[in-house]
């Protein structure tokens, strides 16, 4: 995990088919698939991404993820910083 002032970055390792909670956060956030298949559900909508691909969640936006047949490593950025994840 990197902290500055107003920005986190955090690079996460997921095991395949690892379930994340539909959730809303008032953090803007930027997710860098590093590694490994991932599929997002953003709204009502959902999109496979895959190594490479970067995708943007506006704040207050329900969003969740399912990895895929094998390990990902995915790096999230946020803006402001997710006190809630330094205290974790």
Do not use: N, Y
């Not at 956060?25 to 559900?41: D, I, M, N, Y």
């Amino acid at each position: 995990m990197i902290v500055g002032d107003r920005l986190m970055v955090c690079r996460l390792t997921f095991r395949p088919h690892t379930d994340t909670a539909l959730h809303a956060h008032p953090h803007e956030q930027l997710t860098f698939v590093e590694k490994g298949r991932v599929r997002f559900a953003i709204g009502s909508e959902t999109h496979v991404a895959t190594a490479g691909e970067v995708l943007h969640f506006a704040p207050g936006v329900m969003h969740g993820a399912t990895i895929l047949d094998e390990e990902a490593v995915l790096i999230d950025v946020f803006t402001p910083i997710r006190e809630d994840f330094l205290r974790a």
